[in-house]
């Protein structure tokens, strides 16, 4: 592996930004760093839609740690709203 390679950044994750904070919060109790980055925003939309998607990031190095965080983080939240249709990760 590159040297590099372990410091790129992968996203793990993408929704909005309660849920991108939370999941976060999640990935910093297990000491893995993590950015958030809005994707993108339309500011003329008076509803709440996902185009204000914000995605997480983490590094090479965590990246099968924080998908498995991820991946768990997504059953619970299907598990508490299980007619939410809007739960893509």
């Given at each position: 592996m590159d040297t590099?390679?372990?410091f790129s950044?992968?996203?793990v994750y993408d929704g909005t930004a309660w849920e991108v904070g939370?999941?976060?919060s999640i990935l910093d109790d297990n000491?893995?760093?993590?950015i958030m980055r809005e994707a993108s925003s339309a500011s003329w939309n008076m509803?709440?839609?996902r185009s204000g998607t914000v995605k997480l990031f983490v590094a090479h190095k965590d990246f099968e740690r924080?998908?498995?965080?991820v991946?768990?983080?997504t059953?619970?939240?299907?598990?508490?709203n299980p007619d939410d249709l809007d739960n893509e990760s």
């Open positions: 590099n390679d372990e950044t992968f996203e939370l999941l976060k000491e893995i760093e993590s509803f709440p839609v924080a998908k498995a965080l991946n768990e983080f059953a619970n939240m299907q598990k508490e």
